[in-house]
């Protein structure tokens, strides 16, 4: 079984402020739950999930059920996954998922865990399909990177090496800092990969392979065809189609 860490941490002050004034993102009421119940609920019930610990303030606490532990989050989502991964400091892999993706399912879970193999790569990140995504999700608003292979969306469950993530949080910094460079990104991941990703010719193994290059570990890339692992709620819209479609399932 792998431990799980859920980064719950994000204070509510982005767009979705003006939906709820729930102090944090993970308490936003869907139905008469909060948000991370959802998420830790999924994790309760997959099959190859083990410890659950839930990264974020202490707010959180009287909505966790028995048995999930609670460290304090971060400032940032870097800074927060830090924290929760020397909650974890013992564990070889960590199943980190963000607290805002009220339609995963246990099933989603322990599909992604069984696509991730003998687990030998430092991190296994997912994609969804856009096909997929929009069959499941009609209307739904995503960002999708064109590849050879077809458009992708980010999913939001990762399997990661605990010991890589001072490598991981030294390229996320160094991304951060670069964001309104763009000259200087683009040196940092070569003009040929840019041109070839701007002509829709990379495809997601030559993703996979630079992003090894860049970070200095080795990585995975699962494809899955549920979109529940993809799908989350950072803007009004989503939390609508949230509260409809879980209203719906609860009969």
Do not use: H
Request: with cysteine; hydrophobic share 45%.
């Amino acid at each position: 079984m792998v431990a799980c860490l859920v980064l719950a941490g994000s204070p509510n002050k982005g767009p979705l402020a003006v939906a709820s004034d729930a102090p944090y993102e993970a308490l936003i009421p869907i139905g008469e739950r909060p948000m991370v119940a959802y998420v830790v609920d999924a994790l309760q019930a997959a099959e190859g999930a083990g410890n659950i610990v839930v990264a974020g303030p202490r707010e959180l606490a009287p909505v966790l059920p028995p048995g999930v532990e609670l460290t304090p989050g971060g400032d940032t989502l870097i800074e927060t996954l830090g924290r929760g991964l020397k909650a974890l400091a013992c564990e070889e892999r960590v199943l980190v998922v963000t607290g805002d993706v009220p339609f995963l399912t246990g099933a989603a879970v322990d599909a992604f865990l069984a696509a991730c193999g003998d687990r030998a790569a430092d991190i296994y990140y997912t994609v969804v399909r856009r096909e997929d995504v929009e069959e499941r999700f009609p209307g739904v608003k995503r960002t999708y990177v064109r590849l050879r292979d077809g458009r992708f969306t980010g999913g939001n469950l990762v399997l990661l090496n605990p010991a890589v993530y001072g490598l991981i949080r030294q390229k996320a910094e160094e991304m951060a800092r670069l964001r309104k460079q763009p000259l200087r990104l683009a040196f940092l991941l070569g003009p040929s990969f840019i041109l070839r990703y701007l002509a829709g010719t990379v495809s997601l193994a030559d993703a996979e392979r630079k992003v090894t290059a860049l970070a200095g570990i080795t990585g995975r890339v699962v494809v899955s065809r549920l979109p529940e692992v993809a799908v989350d709620v950072d803007k009004p819209g989503d939390l609508e189609m949230a509260r409809a479609l879980l209203a719906k399932a609860a009969g």
